[in-house]
């Protein structure tokens, strides 16, 4: 079982295979909310290598009713049960154990385990639910193939659902009903679901590339039901997707997907039947935005998508957890990129990297991306694991190539189906497809820290030669001191006066091809010779590695690399590189809000460049992403200056602004095509800028009235709040009451009031709590109150009294009872604490200090003291 030593972690080091297999599993469920009683039948087989071991199950607070060894009842003598583990003695040989227990759904609101929602029974076992459900070796190296039965009252529960295909149903008699399930593929117990109660579908039939027959259903409450087609459609193109990219099936006769209102994270990927939270599901024109629809896609496929990476090859142990999520959320980028515009994707998880990830990796709670310890493993669904790790496997992909890649996942799957496998296991795949030495690759997955690339530049005009030093440093991580080169795929393009690329090859000792240069050394030298002029060189290109570039470059070259650069993602990238200058270097200020501007004007007015393009870049780095740049915060200086910035560039393009405004008006109502979409992004864009210019807000005013899409009401009602319009109040009023019936279209005006760019936005979130509206038990409402007060709101959060420090913090005590899980997560926002100006970082320490024993959930306990140490 996992192994505790006495620091109270669990090491990577101290994995022991498990000494009892379980190569089958049966279940039954007899269900009721209030105490539902599971019966399981484990077939036991010891490990020939490992004989003599006692039996160690994992069961947590369970209320153990029976328990039979081969069919005969076990004397009290013969186990210990200590409402966490049970040790069943003198075992030899095959054998069956079998246990009945009491469990209480209606009362589990950790949403871990089996837990009510609703009219709903449903489970969430990742990672270690199941143990709340019943009996077992609850850690993923344990695969047994599944049968399992649930009984329940037909009225109350029509539907039964369970992992697998369906075996059989029949009623019992008495009011109530009885379905089977099978799951023939060794599945560990975090993949076990189940979902009862009354759900209707949508479903749709297909056939496999292998020629299987599967039938496609999303489950959801009836008066959800109506709002799944568009997921429906995305199961539908993930598995397409998937055959011809990865040339993976499905396997088994039906893919089933339920909808819950209650659910800790966004979705589950249990095989077969996946379970999703269901803002990740429901959706229509009149109640989801257009990013809501690119989110719920690509969620549906990261949990399809998970069907391979992940369920047919699992994880040996959960310090492997990135082996399927950085995987997987890798898959789903490319699913995404594959279907829609591979720039606008980069932007966004580029976005997401530099103000998330970075952050993380540098605070606190910076971790690698395989831990070798961990406390909590809840606690480690992080942006690292997961977009980190895809970062890394997409370094893999730049190195080897796309060809061999795709061999190297043929034989990653083929070798490792139906087991548990390690990062190891992954890399040796790679390594026999490409015939690749990736030892030194493998040191991404265990240095915490985001490596600089350090370029200075020299050109000796006398002679035309011109050198490129490279250096590589990953700083100093917690528990981390030193750290070692990493392989790092650099582009690079040197451009002569007039625009065009230099070709001539450099000599260098570090291997480089075509644009791109390996650095797997700490320093190398790159050396071209006799050139003209002093060439003008652009590093980075699609940010091909996780890391920071370090190169002063004067704001006149960047100018000049945005008017070469023909790449959407560059010319995003160098207009972000232009306003950070604009923003933290004084000296260069002026001149970059200048060359800015000057850009920006130039977008506007191209008429070939994609409207949700030009938006992008009219979206400045955010505040995350520029306070990660700095050695200590002035949060409200940085704000202000981002804000006058801002005011200032609006300024500049009023007038263009106004006519692409106007002009995309048609375009903007041809409903969910890329074309209106893209028409919508910067219309809203625009709307944003030209509301700086107007107290009155009448543009963002009449775009509310108009009524359209929820893309651009709620954009509309973003303006009117956040820049305080008179219409403000009535506009929120009316919102709020046309969607008063649907919680999901009400976390977005709450999330758009906890938002508002002003301290006083912390009365708000605190009126709202004494609202009904307010239910701390759903994480949905925590995160659009709490979560997005905490994370997208420096000046209500960062406020210099304290207080929204102390909101967020006592938030986190009064859930820790509740939702650890949530609770936990909500105490990140504190990760960089340590680099606030003081009084932030003060008043910070205030408030999270005296949780020290107001906490009683190890996940919470495990953050703030990793947040404290
Ligand atoms: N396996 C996870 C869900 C999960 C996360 C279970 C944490 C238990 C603890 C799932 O595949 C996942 O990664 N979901 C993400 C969304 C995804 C699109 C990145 C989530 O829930 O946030
Ligand atoms: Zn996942």
Same mark, same amino acid.
Request: with cysteine; hydrophobic share 45%.
């Given at each position: 079982?996992?192994?505790?030593?006495?620091?109270?972690?669990?090491?990577?080091?101290?994995?022991?295979?498990?000494?009892?297999?379980?190569?089958?599993?049966?279940?039954?469920?007899?269900?009721?909310?209030?105490?539902?009683?599971?019966?399981?039948?484990?077939? +036991?087989?010891? @490990?020939?290598?490992?004989?003599?071991?006692?039996?160690?199950?994992?069961?947590?607070?369970?209320?153990?009713?029976?328990?039979?060894?081969?069919?005969?009842? =076990?004397?009290?003598?013969?186990?210990?049960?200590?409402?966490?583990?049970?040790?069943?003695?003198?075992?030899?040989? @095959?054998?069956?154990?079998?246990?009945?227990?009491?469990?209480?759904?209606?009362? &589990?609101?950790?949403?871990?385990? +089996?837990?009510?929602?609703?009219?709903?029974?449903?489970?969430?076992?990742?990672?270690?639910? %199941?143990?709340? $459900?019943?009996?077992?070796?609850?850690?993923?190296?344990?695969?047994?193939?599944?049968?399992? #039965?649930?009984?329940?009252?037909?009225?109350?529960?029509?539907?039964?659902?369970?992992?697998?295909?369906?075996?059989?149903?029949?009623?019992?008699?008495?009011?109530?009903?009885?379905?089977?399930?099978?799951?023939?593929?060794?599945?560990?117990?975090?993949?076990?679901? $189940?979902?009862?109660?009354?759900?209707?579908?949508?479903?749709?039939?297909?056939?496999?590339?292998?020629?299987?027959?599967?039938?496609?259903?999303?489950?959801?409450?009836?008066? @959800?039901?109506?709002?799944?087609?568009?997921?429906?459609?995305?199961?539908?193109?993930?598995?397409?997707?998937?055959?011809?990219?990865?040339?993976?099936?499905?396997?088994?006769?039906?893919?089933?997907?339920?909808?819950?209102?209650? %659910?800790?994270?966004?979705?589950?990927?249990?095989?077969?039947?996946?379970?999703?939270?269901?803002?990740?599901?429901?959706?229509?024109?009149?109640?989801?935005?257009?990013?809501?629809?690119?989110?719920?896609?690509?969620?549906?496929?990261?949990?399809?998508?998970? &069907?391979?990476?992940?369920?047919?090859?699992?994880?040996?142990?959960?310090?492997?957890?990135?082996?399927?999520?950085?995987?997987?959320?890798?898959?789903?980028?490319?699913?995404?990129?594959?279907?829609?515009?591979?720039?606008?994707?980069?932007?966004?998880?580029? !976005? =997401?990297?530099?103000?998330?990830?970075?952050?993380?990796?540098?605070?606190?709670?910076?971790?690698?991306?395989?831990?070798?310890?961990?406390?909590?493993?809840? &606690?480690?669904?992080?942006?690292?694991?997961?977009?980190?790790?895809?970062?890394?496997?997409? #370094? =893999?992909?730049?190195?080897?190539?796309?060809?061999?890649?795709?061999?190297?996942?043929?034989?990653?799957?083929? @070798?490792?189906?139906?087991?548990?496998?390690?990062?190891?296991?992954?890399?040796?795949?790679?390594?026999?497809?490409?015939?690749?030495?990736?030892?030194? %690759?493998?040191?991404?997955?265990?240095?915490?820290?985001?490596?600089? *690339?350090?370029?200075?530049?020299?050109?000796?005009?006398?002679?035309?030669?011109?050198?490129?030093?490279?250096?590589?440093?990953?700083?100093?991580?917690?528990?981390?001191?030193?750290?070692?080169?990493?392989?790092?795929?650099?582009?690079? !393009?040197?451009?002569?006066?007039?625009?065009?690329?230099?070709?001539?090859?450099?000599?260098?000792?570090?291997?480089?091809?075509?644009?791109?240069?390996?650095?797997?050394?700490?320093?190398? #030298?790159?050396?071209?010779?006799?050139?003209?002029?002093?060439?003008?060189?652009? %590093?980075?290109?699609?940010?091909?590695?996780? *890391?920071?570039?370090?190169?002063?470059?004067?704001?006149?070259?960047?100018?000049?690399? *945005?008017?070469?650069?023909?790449?959407?993602? &560059?010319?995003?990238?160098?207009?972000?590189?232009?306003?950070?200058?604009?923003?933290?270097?004084?000296?260069?200020?002026?001149?970059?809000?200048?060359?800015?501007?000057?850009?920006?004007?130039?977008? +506007?007015?191209?008429?070939?460049?994609?409207?949700?393009? *030009?938006?992008?870049?009219?979206?400045?780095?955010?505040?995350?992403?520029?306070?990660?740049?700095?050695?200590?915060?002035?949060?409200?200086?940085?704000?202000?200056?981002?804000?006058?910035?801002?005011?200032?560039?609006?300024?500049?393009? #009023?007038?263009?602004?106004?006519?692409?405004?106007?002009?995309?008006?048609?375009?903007?109502?041809?409903?969910?095509?890329?074309?209106?979409?893209?028409?919508?992004?910067?219309?809203?864009?625009?709307?944003?800028?030209?509301?700086?210019?107007?107290?009155?807000a009448r543009l963002a005013q009449a775009q509310f009235d108009a009524g359209g899409t929820m893309t651009e009401r709620i954009a509309a009602l973003r303006c009117l709040l956040h820049f305080q319009a008179p219409g403000a109040d009535a506009a929120l009023a009316g919102f709020r009451d046309a969607h008063a019936g649907d919680p999901l279209v009400t976390d977005k005006w709450v999330a758009l009031v906890a938002t508002r760019p002003h301290p006083d936005a912390l009365g708000d979130v605190q009126s709202l709590m004494a609202t009904p509206w307010w239910k701390p038990a759903n994480p949905n409402r925590v995160r659009a109150l709490v979560g997005s007060f905490a994370r997208s709101n420096p000046l209500a959060f960062h406020r210099l009294d304290g207080a929204g420090y102390q909101l967020v913090a006592d938030q986190v005590a009064a859930l820790d009872a509740v939702s650890p899980q949530v609770a936990a997560r909500l105490l990140g926002a504190f990760e960089s604490w340590r680099r606030w100006a003081e009084p932030l970082?003060?008043?910070?320490?205030?408030?999270?200090?005296?949780?020290?024993?107001?906490?009683?959930?190890?996940?919470?306990?495990? =953050?703030?003291?990793?947040?404290?140490?």
């Amino acid at each position: 079982m996992t192994q505790l030593r006495g620091d109270g972690h669990v090491h990577l080091a101290d994995y022991a295979a498990p000494a009892w297999r379980i190569p089958h599993a049966e279940l039954q469920f007899e269900l009721d909310p209030d105490a539902t009683v599971v019966s399981a039948r484990l077939c +036991l087989s010891p @490990d020939p290598a490992q004989p003599g071991q006692p039996l160690e199950l994992d069961g947590e607070g369970l209320e153990l009713l029976d328990i039979t060894l081969d069919g005969q009842p =076990l004397a009290p003598g013969r186990y210990d049960y200590d409402g966490r583990r049970l040790v069943v003695h003198g075992l030899s040989g @095959d054998c069956e154990l079998a246990t009945r227990v009491r469990i209480h759904p209606a009362g &589990n609101t950790r949403l871990e385990g +089996l837990y009510r929602s609703g009219d709903l029974l449903l489970t969430q076992c990742e990672a270690q639910g %199941f143990r709340r $459900i019943t009996f077992m070796a609850d850690r993923p190296d344990v695969m047994p193939r599944w049968r399992i #039965v649930l009984r329940a009252n037909r009225d109350a529960f029509p539907v039964l659902l369970a992992n697998g295909n369906p075996l059989a149903s029949q009623d019992l008699g008495d009011g109530r009903h009885e379905a089977s399930w099978e799951n023939p593929h060794p599945t560990p117990a975090y993949l076990f679901a $189940i979902a009862a109660g009354p759900l209707e579908r949508v479903s749709r039939r297909l056939q496999t590339a292998e020629g299987r027959d599967v039938e496609i259903n999303i489950w959801a409450e009836p008066s @959800d039901v109506a709002r799944c087609q568009y997921a429906l459609g995305a199961v539908e193109r993930a598995l397409r997707w998937d055959e011809q990219r990865f040339g993976r099936c499905y396997d088994l006769d039906v893919f089933n997907v339920v909808a819950a209102q209650d %659910f800790t994270m966004g979705a589950m990927e249990n095989k077969g039947l996946n379970i999703f939270n269901a803002r990740y599901i429901l959706a229509d024109e009149s109640t989801a935005t257009d990013a809501d629809f690119l989110a719920i896609e690509s969620v549906v496929a990261h949990e399809y998508l998970h &069907n391979w990476s992940g369920n047919r090859v699992t994880l040996r142990d959960w310090f492997q957890l990135s082996l399927k999520e950085g995987l997987t959320v890798f898959r789903d980028t490319e699913f995404s990129s594959d279907l829609h515009s591979r720039a606008l994707k980069r932007i966004e998880v580029v !976005r =997401l990297l530099r103000g998330r990830q970075f952050a993380e990796d540098a605070g606190a709670l910076a971790h690698p991306v395989r831990p070798d310890r961990y406390k909590e493993i809840s &606690n480690f669904y992080t942006l690292t694991i997961y977009e980190k790790g895809a970062e890394i496997i997409r #370094v =893999l992909h730049t190195l080897v190539g796309e060809d061999a890649f795709r061999a190297g996942m043929d034989r990653y799957f083929a @070798d490792n189906d139906g087991k548990a496998a390690t990062l190891e296991d992954f890399i040796a795949a790679h390594a026999a497809a490409s015939g690749r030495d990736l030892t030194q %690759f493998a040191r991404w997955y265990a240095q915490a820290g985001t490596p600089e *690339v350090s370029v200075s530049a020299d050109f000796d005009g006398a002679s035309g030669d011109y050198t490129l030093t490279i250096d590589q440093n990953t700083p100093p991580t917690p528990g981390q001191q030193h750290k070692q080169p990493l392989v790092i795929p650099l582009r690079y !393009r040197l451009f002569d006066a007039d625009g065009t690329s230099v070709t001539q090859a450099p000599e260098s000792d570090a291997v480089v091809r075509d644009g791109l240069v390996e650095l797997t050394a700490a320093r190398h #030298v790159l050396r071209w010779r006799g050139l003209e002029d002093k060439p003008l060189p652009a %590093f980075n290109q699609g940010f091909g590695a996780p *890391v920071k570039l370090v190169f002063d470059q004067g704001v006149d070259e960047l100018a000049r690399l *945005v008017r070469f650069e023909t790449d959407s993602f &560059n010319r995003w990238d160098l207009l972000q590189r232009l306003a950070t200058e604009a923003l933290l270097a004084r000296p260069q200020a002026e001149a970059a809000t200048g060359a800015l501007s000057d850009a920006l004007a130039g977008l +506007l007015t191209d008429a070939q460049a994609d409207p949700a393009f *030009v938006a992008e870049c009219l979206v400045l780095p955010d505040f995350d992403t520029l306070a990660e740049q700095l050695d200590e915060v002035d949060v409200q200086a940085l704000v202000a200056r981002r804000e006058e910035l801002l005011d200032r560039l609006a300024e500049d393009q #009023v007038g263009r602004l106004q006519v692409r405004y106007e002009a995309l008006a048609d375009a903007a109502r041809e409903g969910l095509s890329g074309r209106a979409m893209s028409a919508r992004a910067l219309r809203n864009a625009c709307l944003a800028w030209l509301t700086r210019l107007d107290p009155e807000a009448r543009l963002a005013q009449a775009q509310f009235d108009a009524g359209g899409t929820m893309t651009e009401r709620i954009a509309a009602l973003r303006c009117l709040l956040h820049f305080q319009a008179p219409g403000a109040d009535a506009a929120l009023a009316g919102f709020r009451d046309a969607h008063a019936g649907d919680p999901l279209v009400t976390d977005k005006w709450v999330a758009l009031v906890a938002t508002r760019p002003h301290p006083d936005a912390l009365g708000d979130v605190q009126s709202l709590m004494a609202t009904p509206w307010w239910k701390p038990a759903n994480p949905n409402r925590v995160r659009a109150l709490v979560g997005s007060f905490a994370r997208s709101n420096p000046l209500a959060f960062h406020r210099l009294d304290g207080a929204g420090y102390q909101l967020v913090a006592d938030q986190v005590a009064a859930l820790d009872a509740v939702s650890p899980q949530v609770a936990a997560r909500l105490l990140g926002a504190f990760e960089s604490w340590r680099r606030w100006a003081e009084p932030l970082r003060a008043r910070a320490r205030a408030a999270l200090a005296p949780l020290d024993g107001r906490l009683a959930s190890p996940d919470a306990r495990d =953050l703030l003291e990793r947040l404290l140490d």
